[in-house]
């Protein structure tokens, strides 16, 4: 018994070593610059920017695939603070529509709502609470306001809710106005 016991101990030990050392011998060593990109980007995972969520925009950023006027969530400080980062001049948003809309949050109509999920599916953050043929409630604080999960209600009980802006959310009110970009000579 006490044999067995040694013996499973040893092989726990030996296998415990061998993960660590693989561990440590076959890490992927992210980007820095990708990994400083996707600090900056605002992991909404919307799919705004035509990829499939931050990091693989961030990616595609780095590798100088894509431009850096392409994140409405971010905004403009977003774009600026990417073009900071990358020694580069601002560009105008890309979608300038889009980032000029006020941060909101989803809202559903809990009577009207008949469980079908497909907002749970659609939610790329986890910010949606309910079971099938139950109620579902959004998780204020979780949501990004990305508005995926807005098509695929099919009794269409989602609302978006502008949220009061805070220092975070504020925004330059002048868009035509742009003193930043008068060196670049696009304003
Ligand atoms: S609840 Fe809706 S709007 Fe909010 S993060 Fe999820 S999918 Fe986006
Ligand atoms: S998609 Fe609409 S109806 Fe379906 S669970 Fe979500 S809120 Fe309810």
Redesign the pocket.
Known sequence: MLSAILTLALLAGVFGLLLGYAAVRFRVEGDPIVDQIDALLPQ???GQCSYPGCRPYAEAIAAGEAEINRCPPGGEAGMIALADLLGRDPVPLEDEEAAAKPK???YIREPECIGCTL?IQ???????LGAAKQMHT??ED?????????PPCPVEC?D?IAIRDTPETWRWPYPDRKPWLQEAGDA
């Open positions: 909404t995972q919307c909101s949050v989803a907002c659609a939610c790329p953050v986890d910010a949606i959004v998780i979780e949501c990004t306001g990305c508005e995926l999960c807005i989602i978006m």
